[in-house]
């Protein structure tokens, strides 16, 4: 399975201000995918993130809040943009890979933001 | 009502024991049926996959789907405190996961004691 790495693992941020997350795939891929996983709640997708084209966002969350790149077929970024304390919450990345029959879909570790 | 629901826990056993647990559903569409061990301050790795009804086992752990029911379920049997994490049930329609067809629980927290 595709290894998922992730900067940084935390951070603590100040209201306002703006954090990007890096998530670096050991193989290409055509999708990568934006989690949010809050405290008592389900996996929530913000984004899937294709090589060459504009992120698709679910509803909910929109661009100018949560810029997404995605510069080719290893990597991408997530931007939390002027951060409030209801942005506290774990952002995973992940990716779809193809098993024989099926299609599986892994996680990075995961950044941990708080947002004071 | 929730896609899919799953009883948060947390679920403390002791070493040894078997260990149920369980998700139920509404979309009697789902067809893939994913199981996913997250262990603290890690992100979700997957444990077990099966696709429509039936059972699936894997070393200790066994995945079983009853979709008339439409509930899913993983025993884990002989518990060990390396068990301990909590387990996130996900499903799909289809066979790609992408583009927001993935169904996740919110998770049960299991504590294996010693």
């Known amino acids: 399975s595709a290894v998922i790495s992730q900067k940084p693992s935390r951070d603590i941020c100040q209201r306002g201000t703006s954090l990007t997350i890096q998530c670096q795939v050991d193989?290409?891929?055509?999708?990568m995918f934006w989690y949010r996983q809050q405290p008592g709640q389900s996996l929530t997708l913000i984004a899937t993130?294709?090589?060459?084209?504009?992120?698709?966002?679910e509803s909910g969350f929109v661009i100018d809040k949560f810029p997404i790149s995605r510069p080719n077929l290893t990597f991408s970024t997530l931007t939390v943009s002027n951060m409030s304390p209801e942005d506290s919450s774990i952002y995973l990345c992940?990716?779809?890979?193809?098993?024989?029959?099926?299609?599986?879909?892994?996680f990075g570790p995961g950044t941990r933001l708080t947002v004071t | 009502q929730k896609e899919v629901e799953q009883d948060p826990g947390p679920l403390s056993v002791p070493e040894g024991a078997i260990v149920s647990l369980n998700c139920t559903y509404s979309?009697?569409?789902?067809?893939?049926f994913m199981w996913y061990r997250q262990y603290s301050r890690k992100g979700p790795e997957l444990l077990m996959y099966?696709?429509?009804?039936g059972n699936k086992e894997d070393g200790r752990f066994t995945a079983q789907v009853d979709k008339s029911s439409k509930y899913i379920s993983l025993f884990i049997r002989d518990s060990q405190p390396s068990d301990s994490a909590t387990y996130l049930c996900?499903?799909?329609?289809?066979?790609?996961?992408?583009?927001?067809?993935?169904?996740f629980g919110t998770g049960t927290r299991l504590t294996v004691i010693p």
């Open positions: 099966t696709y429509s009804s």
């Open positions: 993130a294709n090589q060459g084209s504009e992120a698709t966002y």
């Open positions: 992940s990716v779809e890979e193809k098993a024989s029959t099926t299609y599986e879909q892994y």
């Open positions: 979309n009697s569409a789902f067809q893939y």
């Open positions: 193989s290409q891929v055509t999708m």
């Open positions: 996900a499903m799909s329609a289809f066979l790609r996961t992408g583009a927001n067809n993935l169904f």
